[in-house]
């Protein structure tokens, strides 16, 4: 059983769009949440990140929203643009930080130029 | 500062034969994750160190897995014998103590596995 969900394996939008990726999970004893991005033949980088003390936070262009009550969250990027296209992982953690992340399965973005 | 470093980058290999991947994590980096890629069912964590310690190994599939960490400096996971349902892509990752809170880990560039 999958924790934490991406159900959209792909997603394309028009550069100077908004992209909005989202990811769903189940355990509620999750309190942070991060996204990270991933070019192909490189690893997982980290891009953003929230607590579950807040419901937003923005970096740039990327904002993270978070709704508790749903156990949802999404990554908008705004505007997109072509080098934004890769794989975008959900990830979630629980307690101090001590427990490992439990990542998603990722949603492809690709920005059409 | 040099990041965390996986060998070998790509590896096939027949299917009965040994495998075994290195890592190197970031120094002072307390935390050592071993993570492995997969279409179907995106990054799973295999096992995780903290002090060179192993802490969790639940998502070690089978026996034929088993990972290592005989030092702050160095990890394995090995293989044995490999099977073709084994192919996918074996990241390492590393997380500093100053980030326990955030939870933020840095990942290696990635072990591709094929298996014939």
């Known amino acids: 059983d999958q924790q934490v969900k991406q159900n959209s394996p792909s997603l394309s939008v028009q550069e100077g769009r908004i992209s909005i990726l989202n990811c769903d999970y189940t355990?509620?004893?999750?309190?942070?949440f991060l996204w990270y991005k991933k070019y192909p033949a490189e690893g997982p980088t980290f891009l953003i990140s929230?607590?579950?003390?807040?419901d937003k936070n923005e970096d740039g262009r990327f904002t993270v929203f978070l709704n508790k009550s749903a156990k949802h969250l999404s990554l908008h990027i705004v505007p997109s643009q072509p080098g934004d296209s890769a794989v975008y992982f959900c990830?979630?953690?629980?307690?101090?930080?001590?427990?490992?992340?439990?990542f998603g399965s990722g949603t492809r973005l690709q920005v059409q130029p | 500062d040099a990041g965390v470093i996986q060998s070998p980058r790509h590896e096939v290999t027949e299917m009965g034969q040994e495998v075994t991947l290195r890592c190197k994590p970031i120094?002072?980096?307390?935390?050592l994750f071993w993570y492995r890629q997969t279409m179907m069912r995106g990054l799973e964590l295999l096992i995780y160190?903290?002090?060179?310690?192993?802490?969790?190994d639940s998502g070690m599939p089978e026996d034929r897995f088993s990972a290592k960490m005989p030092n702050a400096s160095f990890s394995t996971l090995k293989i044995q014998p490999s099977e073709p349902r084994d192919s996918a892509v074996y990241f390492c990752?590393?997380?500093?103590?100053?980030?326990?809170?955030?939870?933020?880990?840095?990942f290696g560039e990635g072990s591709r596995l094929t298996v014939l």
């Open positions: 355990n509620s004893m999750f309190d942070y």
């Open positions: 990752a590393s997380r500093s103590p100053g980030l326990a809170g955030t939870g933020e880990l840095f």
């Open positions: 160190f903290n002090n060179n310690v192993p802490i969790d």
């Open positions: 929230i607590s579950s003390i807040k």
């Open positions: 990830a979630a953690g629980a307690g101090t930080g001590r427990r490992a992340l439990t």
């Open positions: 120094s002072g980096h307390d935390y």
